[in-house]
C-alpha cells in the first residue's frame, strides 16, 4: 500500500500558479495517481489522474518524474474559489482495491486577493 | 439531475438508535462505495460494492451494513449508533473503481 505525503497547508494570491507536491516512495508499477479537491461541507471531487509523465486538463496539469515517487499537481492561475483541501492518492484501477485506498490529511490551500 | 445523491444530509439522532442513510448514482457506474470522514477531516473507506460483491474495510463495526436493491443504489444501515459514529458519511461511484464521483455527504450526529 503506497503512503502518500503532501504539504498540511500552502498559501497563494490569485492570479498565481499553485503547485502542490506529493510524494510516494513505495508506489507500485499498477498504480495510478489521482488528485481529489474537497470544498467545506462537499464531498470530494475528481481532478486528474495519471501514470506517467504530464497530464493536462481544463483544471489542472499532474507532472509525474520517471521514477514515479512523486508528483505535483499544477493549478494555473488560481483563484478565489480554489481555496479547498487536495488530496493526493495512489492505487491500482481496480475496484476491488479501492477498499485499500486511503485519503492522507490532503494539503488546505488558502488563496488571498 | 445531480450524479450521486444521498438522503438525508443531516441526521441527528440517539445514541443505541437504528437508522439508513440513502445513497443513488444515476451514472450508471458498476461500483459504489461509502466513505466517513471523522472530525479530523481523514476520509476512511469503509465498503466497496460491485456486482453483489461486497469488500469490507475490517475496521469497520458490524453494526454496520450496505444494503444495495440495485445498481443503482447503496445504502447504509447502521444498528445500535454510538457517539463515536458522528462523522460525515460519502457515498461514491465509479466506473471501475479508479475514479470516485461523490455524494455531498450525510452529516450524522450521534447525541
Known amino acids: 500500500l503506497a503512503k502518500t505525503t503532501q504539504p498540511i497547508s500552502m498559501d497563494s494570491y490569485e492570479g498565481q500558479e499553485v503547485n502542490i507536491t506529493c510524494s510516494h516512495n513505495?508506489?507500485?508499477?499498477?498504480?495510478?495517481i489521482t488528485w481529489y479537491q474537497q470544498f467545506p461541507s462537499q464531498g470530494p471531487r475528481f481532478i486528474i489522474q495519471?501514470?506517467?509523465t504530464k497530464v493536462t486538463n481544463e483544471v489542472a496539469s499532474l507532472f509525474i518524474p520517471a521514477d514515479r515517487k512523486s508528483s505535483t499537481l499544477s493549478l494555473p492561475r488560481v483563484s478565489l474559489s480554489d481555496t479547498a483541501v487536495y488530496y493526493c492518492?495512489?492505487?491500482?484501477?481496480?475496484?476491488?482495491?479501492?477498499?485499500?485506498?486511503?485519503f492522507g490529511s490532503g494539503t488546505r490551500l488558502s488563496i488571498r486577493p | 439531475d445531480t450524479a450521486v445523491s444521498q438522503t438525508p444530509k443531516y441526521l441527528v439522532t440517539q445514541m443505541g438508535n437504528d437508522k439508513s442513510i440513502k445513497c443513488e448514482q444515476n451514472?450508471?457506474?458498476?461500483?459504489m462505495y461509502w466513505y466517513k470522514q471523522d472530525s479530523k477531516k481523514f476520509l476512511k473507506i469503509m465498503f466497496s460494492?460491485?456486482?453483489?460483491?461486497?469488500?469490507i474495510n475490517e475496521t469497520v463495526p458490524n453494526r454496520f451494513s450496505p444494503k444495495s436493491p440495485d445498481k443503482a443504489h447503496l445504502n447504509l444501515h447502521i444498528n445500535s449508533l454510538e457517539l463515536g459514529d458522528s462523522a460525515v458519511y460519502f457515498c461514491?461511484?465509479?466506473?471501475?473503481?479508479?475514479?470516485?464521483?461523490f455524494g455531498p455527504g450525510t452529516r450524522l450526529t450521534v447525541l
Open positions: 461514491a461511484s465509479s466506473p471501475g473503481g479508479d475514479t470516485q464521483y
Open positions: 513505495n508506489i507500485a508499477t499498477n498504480d495510478y
Open positions: 495519471g501514470y506517467k
Open positions: 492518492l495512489v492505487g491500482e484501477p481496480t475496484w476491488s482495491s479501492a477498499s485499500k485506498i486511503i
Open positions: 451514472l450508471g457506474h458498476d461500483t
Open positions: 460494492y460491485n456486482n453483489k460483491e461486497l469488500i
